[in-house]
């Protein structure tokens, strides 16, 4: 009789513990971020060593800085995204794209037609261009006239890059320097026949500078763009969001503020 009443207590007893494991709260299925937010986190692959769109400045810290990188905040903060960071050499961009390491790729990268075969790019948000700067009289008018000519690049940008570029189809030699102001004095007093500098940045010497003159070099491959995988279901949503951006300026100003840095 005893065994019978003990086994009926001990039943209800785990009856009990049962019924209140049964209402007890479910975790919530909407993981956070390191951050702590709700929000889902996507993650920009990027090539932190092409300044102004995405580098280093290590005098000021470790963060990677640049025009690209305020796009992403921009557009991801609008589309209600986390997003975080993760540098790698440019050459493996679209491969993490492809294999998922990453969500999306901002690093003032080309939307060539080679490149839509494989992935997705959003509307174009930069196109690239430079200006040819001389001494006035010069007789530099197009690409070609830099056969045999020795051409200025400040070190570490863009125009750096395009210079080298030039070099490929045009026999002239290369040389870098810190500075633009360094570039432009250097062709003032001969030692360059020329630099290859952003355009809006050239125009203010220009202005300046009487003695000297410029022409246009535009990118061939269509502007930079945000890489996404193919058929992502981000584009539509980035194109929103970039195009908002450049209805109301913000677009704009990144750049300019970018730019105008000397």
């Known amino acids: 009789m005893k065994r019978i009443v003990s086994y009926i207590f001990v039943s209800i007893l785990l009856i009990g513990m049962l019924a209140a494991c049964g209402t007890s709260e479910e975790p919530s299925k909407t993981g956070s971020n390191k951050n702590g937010s709700d929000k889902k986190t996507l993650v920009m692959g990027t090539s932190a060593d092409y300044a102004p769109f995405e580098f280093i400045d290590t005098a000021k810290g470790d963060d990677i800085i640049g025009v690209d990188i305020d796009i992403a905040k921009a557009v991801t903060e609008k589309l209600g995204y986390n997003f975080e960071v993760r540098d790698m050499d440019f050459g493996g961009l679209i491969q993490a794209l492809q294999s998922g390491q990453v969500d999306f790729v901002l690093s003032a990268m080309s939307a060539t037609d080679e490149r839509r075969k494989s ?144």
């Open 119 to 262: 992935i997705d790019f959003s509307d174009i948000y930069y196109t690239s261009k430079h200006m040819i700067v001389s001494k006035k009289g010069s007789g530099l008018t197009k690409v070609e006239d830099l056969k045999g000519k020795k051409i200025g690049a400040q070190l570490g940008t863009i125009q750096e890059e395009k210079a080298k570029e030039l070099a490929k189809t045009v026999d002239m030699s290369v040389e870098n320097r810190n500075r633009i102001p360094e570039l432009i004095q250097e062709i003032k007093a001969g030692r360059l026949d020329a630099a290859i500098i952003e355009d809006t940045v050239a125009k203010g010497y220009l202005d300046n500078n009487p003695d000297i003159e410029g022409f246009t070099v535009e990118d061939a491959d269509g502007g930079y763009a945000i890489a996404l995988p193919k058929n992502s279901e981000l584009t539509p949503e980035f194109n929103k969001a970039l195009k908002e951006m450049l209805d109301n300026g913000e677009l704009d100003a990144i750049i300019k503020k970018w730019f105008e840095k000397k």
